[in-house]
């Protein structure tokens, strides 16, 4: 395979190589080499392409026969980049202020799995990022291989694609195609939780990384769109998502309790069943009921579910109202925030989750 040729080649437009990454681009583009079909090399090689498709969104703009829907979205994308870094405080640097085209809907497919009688996810550990409860994949089909690869050895599996992530400030991470599929609210909302991710990430703690981004995009819209004298976010319609999380992590409670019951193994897939039968059916009462018949979730609720169904659930929104209790303490300044979010960070793991809960 010539990656090294194919993923290297000139292209005027392409943003200038990161000083950040020069002295990694020699050790990625080995382990694509040394085995493409690999799980790292297939990290690698789909790290690098992305990186070569990259131009400054600057350059974007000023190309008259740029398509014009392109570039007023692109245009609005570098507001709220700035916006993230003079108002909110998050790093000042070239990420999303370069754009990749990716031509697919997502950039990677996370997998997801847990054994069949537990709600736990099996566990990746990676060198930067840590341990986190899913493998990343640049193609679709290469997810859904290992999920059927899993699936055959007896796991639970869930395939999610991704329209975005962060590198967590080692390259410069580009604002993607696949991430322009959503309103300009949610687009400005992925920019500010990205960045989060760069200001702090704390190493094997997937749900205290997303809450804290989850907050800082919550709230940084919330500052967005008043400099923009916009009304703060509808509340109201994140209630039936709220609501769906609810019901899902009650339905993860009730199938912990089963899976450590001393049931049969066929009395314990019964009860599986039912619970998720009943998972259905309360659903179905939140829609018709409370929800107005809005069914924004019944695509979701009606593909098979299974224990790695519920796993992301929580796991963006568990620490929210705990991060907010920090902001308001730190007197809405950000940077206070930030050295007190970090300090929580730091502390150990079971006195961080006591900090944490006193705060909620």
């Known amino acids: 395979m010539q990656a090294g040729k194919r993923l290297f080649s000139s292209k005027p437009k392409i943003a200038a190589v990161d000083k950040r990454m020069q002295r990694w681009v020699p050790l990625l583009l080995a382990a694509g080499l040394s085995g493409c079909s690999s799980y790292y090399g297939q990290l690698a090689v789909g790290q690098l392409e992305l990186l070569r498709q990259r131009e400054p969104i600057a350059a974007i703009l000023d190309n008259s026969q740029s398509d014009p829907q392109l570039r007023q979205r692109l245009a609005l994308a570098l507001q709220a980049r700035a916006f993230a870094s003079h108002a909110l405080g998050l790093p000042d640097n070239r990420s999303y202020r370069v754009y990749a085209d990716i031509q697919r809907s997502y950039v990677v497919w996370n997998v997801f799995a847990t054994d069949e009688f537990s709600v736990a996810p099996l566990s990746h550990c990676f060198p930067i990022a840590g341990c986190v409860a899913y493998r990343g994949y640049y193609r679709e089909g290469r997810a859904r291989g290992a999920a059927a690869l899993l699936k055959s050895e007896g796991h639970d599996t869930l395939v999610a694609g991704v329209p975005a992530y962060s590198t967590l400030g080692w390259f410069d991470d580009p604002l993607l195609s696949s991430m322009l599929r959503w309103d300009d609210e949610r687009l400005a909302g992925l920019?500010?939780?990205?960045?989060?991710?760069?200001?702090?990430?704390?190493?094997?703690?997937?749900?205290?990384?997303?809450?804290?981004?989850?907050?800082?995009?919550?709230?940084?819209?919330?500052?967005?769109?008043?400099?923009?004298?916009?009304?703060?976010?509808?509340?109201?319609?994140?209630?039936?998502?709220?609501?769906?999380?609810?019901?899902?992590?009650?339905?993860?409670?009730?199938?912990?309790?089963?899976?450590?019951?001393?049931?049969?193994?066929?009395?314990?897939?019964?009860?599986?069943?039912?619970?998720?039968?009943?998972?259905?059916?309360?659903?179905?009462?939140?829609?018709?009921?409370?929800?107005?018949?809005?069914?924004?979730?019944?695509?979701?609720?009606?593909?098979?579910?299974?224990?790695?169904?519920?796993?992301?659930?929580?796991?963006?929104?568990?620490?929210?109202?705990?991060?907010?209790?920090?902001?308001?303490?730190?007197?809405?300044?950000?940077?206070?925030?930030?050295?007190?979010?970090?300090?929580?960070?730091?502390?150990?793991?079971?006195?961080?989750?006591?900090?944490?809960?006193?705060?909620?």
């Open 191 to 360: 920019i500010f939780h990205e960045l989060a991710h760069q200001q702090f990430y704390l190493a094997d703690d997937t749900a205290f990384n997303e809450s804290f981004a989850s907050f800082v995009e919550r709230e940084g819209l919330r500052q967005w769109r008043a400099s923009r004298s916009l009304p703060p976010p509808n509340e109201t319609a994140r209630k039936p998502y709220a609501d769906l999380s609810r019901l899902v992590l009650a339905t993860r409670d009730r199938l912990a309790a089963i899976y450590a019951s001393d049931l049969s193994e066929s009395a314990m897939r019964a009860a599986k069943r039912d619970a998720f039968m009943h998972m259905r059916q309360a659903y179905r009462q939140l829609r018709d009921g409370p929800w107005k018949g809005d069914d924004r979730f019944d695509r979701w609720m009606s593909q098979p579910l299974n224990n790695a169904s519920l796993v992301p659930f929580g796991l963006y929104d568990k620490w929210v109202p705990a991060f907010a209790a920090l902001f308001d303490r730190a007197g809405g300044d950000w940077q206070r925030f930030y050295a007190e979010a970090t300090a929580l960070g730091r502390l150990p793991a079971d006195e961080r989750k006591r900090q944490l809960d006193a705060l909620r």
